[in-house]
C-alpha cells in the first residue's frame, strides 16, 4: 500500500527553496513561449536559467529502463500530453496550447511543477480547458488537507474536471516529492474519497491534473516519451507542489519575483 513520508522542518525548508527555484525557471520559460520559438530554444533558456540560480535538471537524463531523456524539461504543445520532447524542428504557432513542465534539484531536494500557456489568439475550446484544468488544480490542493486521504483530492479533481465534461488522463499520476521526483504516495486524478493514506502534517506533493478535451485514451510517441492523445484533441497541465500543514495547504511553487 502506499505510504505518505512526514518531512523534518530542515527538510520541508529545503524543498520550499527547491520549489522557489523552479517556480522561477517555469516564469521565465512561460515569459519567453511566442510565436516561432522552437521547444528546444525553450528547453535551452530553462537549463540556463537553472545554472544561473544553482540548480539542476532533475528530468536530463533521467531514466527509464533504457530509455534516457533527453531534455531539461518536458515541453508538450496542442495534442501532446506530458513528458514532450523538445526539438528544434518543432515552433510554437499562433493558438498553440503549450504545457511547461519544469523539475529542479536544487541543494539535493526536488522542486516540481507545470503550466499550461496558449498563443494568442486563443481558442474558446483551448481557453475552457487550461483555465478548467488550473482551478481543477486548486481545488484538488484544497483538499490536501491533515487527516483526509489522498483519495479525496483525487475524486475532487475527477469530479471537478468531468462535471465540466472532460477527461482525465488516468496513465500519469501527481505524487510524493522529496529527495527524489518521484516518491510516494502516488496521487492519481480520479477515485474514491475513501482510497490511499491519510495526510498529515509535514508531507510534501506534486499534485498535476492532466486534462483532455476528448478522450482520457492516450498513445506514446516513437520517441518513447512524449504522450499524445489518442484522438489527437487538445490536452493540458498543470502542477504545483504542496506541503500539508495543520493550518492547510501550502503552494511551494509560486513565483516569488
Known amino acids: 500500500m502506499s505510504r505518505v513520508i512526514v518531512r523534518s522542518r530542515q527538510e520541508t525548508d529545503k524543498i520550499r527553496e527547491a520549489c522557489r527555484v523552479a517556480a522561477d525557471v517555469l516564469e521565465h520559460m512561460a515569459q519567453n513561449v ?3 520559438i522552437s521547444t528546444h530554444e525553450l528547453d535551452q533558456v530553462a537549463g540556463k536559467r537553472m545554472a544561473q540560480l544553482g540548480a ?3 528530468c536530463l537524463n533521467y531514466r527509464a529502463g533504457s530509455k534516457v531523456f533527453p531534455c531539461h524539461t ?3 504543445v496542442n495534442e501532446e500530453v506530458v513528458h514532450g520532447v523538445a526539438s528544434l ?5 499562433a493558438g498553440d496550447v503549450v504545457s511547461l513542465d519544469v523539475v529542479v534539484r536544487y541543494k539535493g531536494y526536488i522542486g516540481d511543477n507545470a503550466r499550461t500557456v ?5 481558442s474558446e475550446e483551448a481557453a475552457f480547458l ?3 484544468t488550473r482551478e481543477a488544480l486548486h481545488h484538488g490542493i484544497s483538499f490536501a488537507k491533515v487527516g483526509n486521504r489522498i483519495g479525496q483530492i483525487s475524486n475532487a479533481i475527477q469530479q471537478y474536471i468531468e462535471s465540466r465534461n472532460l477527461s482525465i488522463v488516468r496513465n500519469f499520476v501527481g505524487h510524493g516529492v522529496g529527495k ?3 516518491e510516494e504516495p502516488q496521487i492519481p486524478n480520479f477515485g474514491r474519497k475513501n482510497e490511499g493514506p491519510r495526510l498529515k502534517d509535514g508531507v510534501t506533493l506534486a499534485i498535476e491534473p492532466m486534462v483532455n478535451l476528448g478522450s482520457h485514451e492516450v498513445d506514446i510517441q516513437p520517441d ?3 504522450a499524445v492523445t489518442r484522438d489527437r484533441k487538445l490536452s493540458a497541465h498543470f502542477e504545483h507542489t504542496i506541503l500539508v500543514t495543520r493550518s492547510g495547504p501550502e503552494i511551494l511553487t509560486i513565483c516569488k519575483n
Open 224 to 226: 518513447g516519451w512524449t
Open 89 to 93: 524542428r518543432r515552433t510554437v504557432l
Open 130 to 132: 487550461v483555465q478548467t
Open 56 to 58: 539542476e535538471s532533475a
Open 180 to 182: 527524489d521526483m518521484h
Open 118 to 122: 496558449i498563443v494568442d489568439p486563443i
Open 74 to 76: 518536458c515541453i508538450s
Open 34 to 36: 511566442r510565436i516561432g
